[in-house]
């Protein structure tokens, strides 16, 4: 079983930068696939971010390229989620989600999930 807790969220202005966190528990992290999710009001989940294969691998939605950064530490058993520049498109809650696989190419593969963390910009 794996525990995810996220956190970071809040409430900014356009233009503004956050970093959310993502702390797991209970097996190996090093050897999940991680990905930040976010829904919006209305609107169905969307991936943002992944990052799988040990780490070598990452992937971003085309809309927060350039923009967000995912990384993790091994060490502390942390996702993050680095988000600049944020526009009041970004506002949703945002959750972590974890795969016991190398590679992930759906949403379903994701067995565990965060709470979530809310992130509003306002403009």
């Known amino acids: 079983q794996v525990q995810l807790v996220e956190s970071g969220g809040g409430l900014v202005q356009a233009g503004d930068s956050l970093r959310l966190l993502c702390v797991a528990s209970g097996r190996s992290f090093g050897m999940m696939t991680m990905g930040w999710f976010r829904q919006a009001p209305g609107k169905e989940r969307e991936v943002v971010a992944q990052i799988m294969h040990f780490g070598s691998v990452k992937y971003y939605a085309d809309s927060v390229k350039g923009r967000f950064t995912i990384s993790r530490d091994v060490t502390k058993a942390t996702l993050y989620l680095r988000m600049n520049n944020l526009t009041a498109e970004d506002t949703a809650v945002y959750y972590c989600?974890?795969?016991?696989?190398?590679?992930?190419?759906?949403?379903?593969?994701?067995?565990?999930w965060g709470q979530g963390t809310q992130v509003t910009v306002s403009s």
């Open positions: 989600a974890a795969a016991m696989k190398q590679f992930v190419t759906t949403e379903v593969e994701y067995e565990y």
